[in-house]
């Protein structure tokens, strides 16, 4: 099992003590004889044991760790346990065993008060089909978490005008959910759950019922949201095109378990598992991967072009100035430090280029 | 003949069928009927049944439980028993909120003495609740109607206060409203109450099931018995009745409703915080909205058909004076009253509709005198209605002001136009009517009842039992035979049988008109429109209407309870062919026209198999429909079990009669709706468009 996530946690700057979620060998199990299973195994979870006895291991002792600001990207494919786990997060469904912590407090041991104390204060939820109340208008709707709350209308009537203005929807405030198109009405899932100002928004497949178009736009929407607001996020995908474009980090489950948990350009460059390259494979690693995942050591070398590119640059952005000139570039990073060179070879490679592994069986094949 | 093998050998079920119908005749023709034989007759087991139930039910009222009550009247204490206790209490408050309602209405003393006394009341000639004019309670519907939906419901509601008002009928009919007043919602909350419950408890749930399923298919007579047992009879005896008999449907649609509520909704709601209380109030109910609402309708629609019917134990209003028109065989009266309840039921239904969809404005910056606009109009209504009253007790001499209230049968009247009509159609469509009449009864209809009498007992049990096995296997053979068992083990199986046959008529021609009317609608999206809207209205209407016409035409013979059944039976099987053939998928449609079918084959091959199965929940409806109507039929005279039932109303002790005969009816309904059900079940499973 390769679920730890070691030394990838690099990119989250902030150096908190404590992450704001954190998972620890968190199982979700369904079936008949789960109780009694668990009973019987002492905290000791066999997992062909308990296929056995025909129970169904949503969740597979899954770890993770979100910190402050951080988007992790659960991706996985349908019946990956994507989004149980995120049902295990937020509690929507009751863990069967292992530890989940939001701020350091046990959200497993919270009664239903302090649960949904912490929904109102301090989680957000947007879903794959929308979950708009029918019988409500886009502004009540927004309101709704506020009125749970009990915020007085005229103030979360405000509060949810503001809203409806971050979302783009003014002028729709009194039209019903069944008036809007997919995007708009998903735009208004967003603003209720933003609408607690929360530290933890959740989002389960929130563009997987749109169209390619509207999907785009709307990440574009919610990029712009969260780099207003910051967030601290645990996002749920099938697509891994639209992981690599939005996330942090990116975890990759299969059968309830975790494959790969780590930045996107991490996972392009060195797929843990097979099932991880199935997906890394056809990917257009330069829109994915930055300078500083490709530059080569100083070295030596001092003759430089007079160009230089910032680290977190996409190879996408910078390819055609890199292969236009002959000599090397090099990388800087923020406070305009040489700390790398790059040159054509390494642009043709990302370009062009294969796995090594995968050039290796092509040259197989052309030998038999 | 091998074709005709080949057929057999892939429809197993051909064969089964025609191997029972085989077995079926040869019991038929060789059992000797006669008293003693147990294969013809089973002997009654149950027959002592209704006096145990008269036994256990007098005990419980009038013996369980003794308590010590302070009794004004005689200034001591008494014994009695807790149930009537408890029956007392709920007939007192009951009847006080109706008799509440009525009196802000039209008028009267009862409330002033439920908080004083009749000596009080007697004594001082001013304690009288004045009457509100008609003008008023005609305008605030008004306004409510135009507050709560705009225009066209405030025409809606004015046409039906005036013609009300103007027809003489503003009396009785304001009694009706303030029993369905207090009905309706009742049976709302009752229903949506339990509703939740079910969809929280499992258990209660498997529990509650089959109860609805037999209080759905008991008709509405055999309700009265037990209610006037333990409620006596009155308004509120009335009123309880209708809950009773409105809930089941509200518990259904409520449970549905919440069932069908996503799960992603429910969590939304958990997310935003809801507690408990909030995530059913303003998360699940109002989702489940459209079913519920469907369910309020319902309930005001068996509000009003129970209006008449509640009239038998003392409800008073349209229903009492129609019930009366139709004994002396007054069409035109019975026509206008008919008129009145389907007007306040489309005006009820239509209202709660427009205040369960009504929309808040929160930005609007409104003075005082706009955000209270319709209280204030219908404060202003009050007034000028008052004033124009008293200016109208200046002008009106005859001791009558028409602006203050309509007297009973002062208003206009149609009496006489339909009265001249019926005698027309007497005077010249007599014989010819007649003629159709006697050839009905002595051609179909007496063979038909003598065939189904002749039936034994054990040839009836294979048929039916056999269908049921064949069709959903032994479990449902089981069940329809326990059904079957209880009935013939009443004293009461040839009437059973008559009833059967009246409904299997009934039946029979109104699924082949709902089948080919439905299927010919459903060729075309205007016609399809056009057809629902009628069947809507149609099913407006209180079942006892539709006995108005046939009594006009036919007089009171079995083939005027038989038009009463087929017209009101047609209704859900027209309904649902037309449904069924239009949900068949556009893409199959489609790709038959592609592999180039004519309409007819279109119709034949693709569009009818597929809505089947939803047919066939339509003539299960039917089924239940064509029962209840045959036993209101018992009002016009038939002799069935419906008779019976009508007949225990009025004896003493006929609560055992009346509640068994009652259960006879259902488990009727039942055996065939447990047939029909599985069937459907199973072809939509097979078609998979369950």
Same mark, same amino acid.
């Given at each position: 099992m390769t679920n730890e996530t070691s030394n990838s946690t690099d990119t989250s700057t902030d150096n908190d003590d404590q992450p704001v979620i954190k998972c620890d060998g968190v199982y979700k199990i369904f079936g008949e004889n789960t109780e009694e299973m668990m009973a019987k195994s002492n905290g000791n979870i066999d997992v062909e044991k308990f296929e056995d006895a025909g129970c169904i291991f949503g969740v597979n002792n899954a770890s993770l760790e979100v910190h402050k600001g951080e988007m992790l990207i659960v991706m996985g494919l349908s019946g990956s346990g994507k989004s149980t786990l995120l049902r295990c997060i937020s509690r929507l469904t009751n863990t069967t065993a292992g530890s989940i912590f939001i701020d350091g407090e046990d959200l497993l041991a919270m009664d239903a008060k302090e649960l949904t104390q912490l929904r109102r204060n301090k989680m957000g939820m947007v879903f794959q089909s929308f979950a708009l109340l029918p019988h409500k208008t886009v502004l009540e709707n927004i309101a709704f978490p506020l009125q749970v709350k009990g915020t007085s209308t005229q103030d979360s009537m405000k509060r949810a005008m503001d809203m409806i203005n971050l979302v783009g929807l003014t002028g729709r405030e009194n039209y019903f959910p069944r008036q809007l198109s997919g995007g708009q009405q998903q735009r208004v899932g967003i603003a209720r759950s933003l609408a607690v100002e929360p530290d933890i928004w959740f989002l389960d497949e929130? =563009? +997987?019922?749109?169209d390619p178009l509207i999907r785009k736009e709307m990440q574009d929407e919610f990029l712009r949201l969260q780099e207003m607001l910051n967030k601290t996020i645990l996002f749920v995908t099938h697509d891994f095109d639209e992981a690599l474009r939005l996330a942090d980090r990116i975890a990759i489950m299969k059968d309830g378990v975790i494959e790969q948990c780590d930045t996107p350009a991490n996972i392009v460059l060195h797929p843990a598992t097979e099932y991880v390259a199935k997906f890394t494979n056809d990917v257009p690693r330069e829109k994915v991967l930055t300078c500083g995942n490709i530059m080569e050591e100083?070295?030596?070398? +001092?003759? =430089? +072009?007079e160009i230089k590119v910032p680290r977190?640059?996409?190879i996408e952005t910078v390819a055609e100035a890199v292969l236009n000139e002959p000599k090397s570039v090099a990388v800087i990073d923020d406070n305009d430090d040489t700390i790398g060179v790059l040159n054509r070879k390494s642009i043709i490679h990302i370009l062009f280029g294969k796995d090594d592994s995968e050039t290796l069986s092509t040259n197989q094949a052309a030998g038999e | 003949m091998n074709h005709l093998t080949g057929h057999l050998a892939r429809h197993p079920k051909l064969v089964q069928f025609a191997a029972l119908l085989a077995v079926f005749f040869v019991l038929y023709f060789s059992i000797d009927p006669s008293e003693n034989n147990i294969l013809w007759r089973l002997p009654a087991f149950l027959a002592a049944v209704p006096e145990m139930l008269n036994n256990s039910v007098e005990f419980i009222m009038f013996e369980w439980l003794p308590i010590e009550t302070y009794n004004v009247e005689i200034e001591d204490y008494e014994t009695s028993a807790l149930m009537i206790e408890i029956t007392r209490a709920i007939s007192r408050s009951v009847l006080f909120c109706i008799e509440f309602i009525r009196e802000i209405l039209i008028g009267g003393q009862k409330t002033i003495v439920a908080f004083t006394s009749w000596d009080f009341v007697s004594e001082n000639k001013w304690a009288r609740w004045p009457a509100l004019p008609w003008t008023v309670v005609a305008g605030v519907a008004i306004t409510l109607g135009y507050a709560l939906s705009g225009r066209w419901l405030a025409i809606l509601v004015g046409c039906a206060t005036s013609y009300i008002a103007v027809f003489g009928q503003w009396e009785p009919a304001m009694e009706t409203l303030s029993f369905v007043l207090i009905a309706a919602p009742l049976s709302v909350v009752l229903g949506v109450f339990l509703g939740v419950v079910a969809f929280k408890s499992q258990k209660f749930e498997t529990v509650l099931m089959p109860l609805l399923n037999v209080a759905q298919t008991m008709?509405?007579?055999?309700?009265?018995v037990p209610v006037t047992v333990f409620f006596g009879v009155g308004d509120h005896a009335g009123a309880i009745a209708t809950v009773i008999f409105a809930t089941p449907p509200m518990i259904r649609l409520t449970l549905l409703g919440l069932k069908g509520v996503s799960p992603e909704v429910l969590e939304a709601g958990m997310m935003n915080g809801c507690n408990k209380v909030q995530l059913m109030f303003k998360v699940l109910i109002p989702t489940a909205r459209h079913d519920i609402l469907v369910g309020v309708n319902q309930v005001i629609m068996q509000c009003l058909a129970m209006a008449v019917i509640a009239s038998f134990i003392g409800a008073k209003g349209l229903g009492f004076n129609l019930l009366l028109a139709l004994n002396q065989l007054r069409i035109g009266q019975a026509l206008e009253l008919g008129i009145c309840i389907v007007l306040i039921a489309v005006v009820l239904e239509k209202l709660s509709l427009g205040w369960a969809n009504k929309q808040i404005d929160y930005f609007a910056d409104l003075s005082f005198v706009e955000r209270h606009k319709y209280p204030l109009i219908m404060g202003g209504i009050l007034v000028a209605g008052v004033v124009l009253a008293s200016i109208g007790g200046l002008i009106f001499k005859d001791g009558i002001n028409y602006f203050y209230l309509i007297p009973h049968n002062k208003g206009l009247t149609t009496e006489l136009f339909w009265q001249s009509g019926v005698d027309w159609i007497v005077d010249n469509c007599y014989s010819s009517l007649q003629v159709f009449n006697v050839g009905l009864i002595v051609n179909v209809l007496v063979p038909m009842k003598n065939a189904y009498l002749g039936m034994p007992v054990v040839a009836t049990f294979v048929l039916v039992m056999g269908i049921a096995y064949i069709v959903g296997g032994l479990r449902s053979a089981l069940v329809v035979g326990g059904l079957l068992l209880f009935i013939a083990s009443t004293e009461w199986w040839d009437r059973a049988l008559i009833t059967a046959y009246m409904s299997t008529f009934g039946v029979i021609i109104s699924a082949t008109i709902g089948l080919i009317s439905g299927s010919l609608c459903a060729q075309n999206k205007f016609a399809t429109k056009g057809i629902l809207l009628v069947c809507d209205t149609f099913q407006t209407f209180p079942s006892f209407i539709y006995l108005i016409p046939v009594i006009m035409l036919f007089g009171v013979t079995d083939t005027s309870v038989l038009i009463a059944v087929i017209i009101y039976a047609t209704i859900p099987a027209t309904r649902y062919t037309v449904e069924g053939l239009s949900n068949v998928p556009q893409s199959l449609q489609d790709a038959g026209t592609m592999s180039g079918v004519s309409r007819f084959q279109r119709w034949i091959q693709i569009e009818l198999p597929l809505a089947f199965p939803h047919i066939m929940l339509g003539i299960n409806q039917t089924v239940v429909f064509a029962l209840f109507m045959v036993i209101i039929g018992a009002m016009i005279g038939t002799d069935d079990l419906g008779q019976l039932i009508l007949k225990s109303l009025s004896d003493e002790f006929g609560i055992g009669n009346g509640l068994m005969l009652g259960l006879c009816v259902a488990f009727i309904g039942l055996a065939v709706d447990q047939i029909l059900r599985t069937w459907a079940n199973e072809r939509k499973k097979a078609l998979g468009v369950a």
């Open positions: 929130p =563009f +997987s019922a749109l100083v070295g030596t070398t +001092s003759d =430089f +072009s977190d640059a996409v | 008709p509405h007579f055999s309700y009265l």
